[in-house]
């Protein structure tokens, strides 16, 4: 009796060791697997934070997405039937677990969804602004700039009519300056033929004067 007590103790702490590693097993594997679908989801929601514009490749993405812990589920689950039935409350506790992480990584990635897609449209709201305020601005700028074109343009025209006017009034003048010099050489042209004309006279005159003086003499 002693020698079966033993022997059971034997097998029950045997027993229990391997149960113990079993468990020990199961939980460094249910952990690799925890931190490889952990991994998995920051690659994949990384990945699809990149290509958020492209819906069919994040729908893909995310249906490729859970095939996969489809698929690890199914193995996992195939792992755990081999088991015993000690095994099965382990089993539930990480089933729970997983569920509540993959229900809290949910709620993050919908929250981030949102939180992106705010982000995105004040971003969208601010460049539509943006570009609002300058078509408004390059609009006022040309409108200044043909505004001052119109101005350099009158003052432009001003200034040639007052040349042309400065150069029409001069024109007047020396017309008037070239009338009144040939005025004045025909008048002294005048005066000097009659002056002209009077000399011969009095030369006529005094030549005249001179024959009948010597006629008179000589008679």
Known sequence: TSALHHLQSTSALHHLQSTSALHRLQSTSAL?????????????????????????????????????????????????????????????????????????????????HHLQSSSALHHLQ????????????????LQSTIALHHLQSTSALHHLQSTIALHHLQSTSALHHLQSTSALHHLQSTIALHHLQSTSALHHLQSTSALHHLQSTSA
């Open 126 to 141: 601010s460049t539509s602004t943006l570009h609002h305020l300058q078509s408004t601005s390059a609009l006022h700028h």
């Open 32 to 112: 690799h697997h925890l931190q490889s679908t952990s991994a998995l989801h920051h690659l994949q929601y990384t990945s699809a934070l990149h290509h958020l514009q492209s819906t069919s490749a994040l729908h893909h993405l995310q249906s490729t997405s859970a095939l996969h812990h489809l698929q690890s589920t199914s193995a996992l689950h195939h792992l755990q039937s081999t088991s015993a039935l000690h095994h099965l409350q382990s089993t539930s506790a990480l089933h729970h677990l997983q569920s509540t992480s993959v229900l809290h990584h949910l709620k993050s990635t919908s929250a981030l």
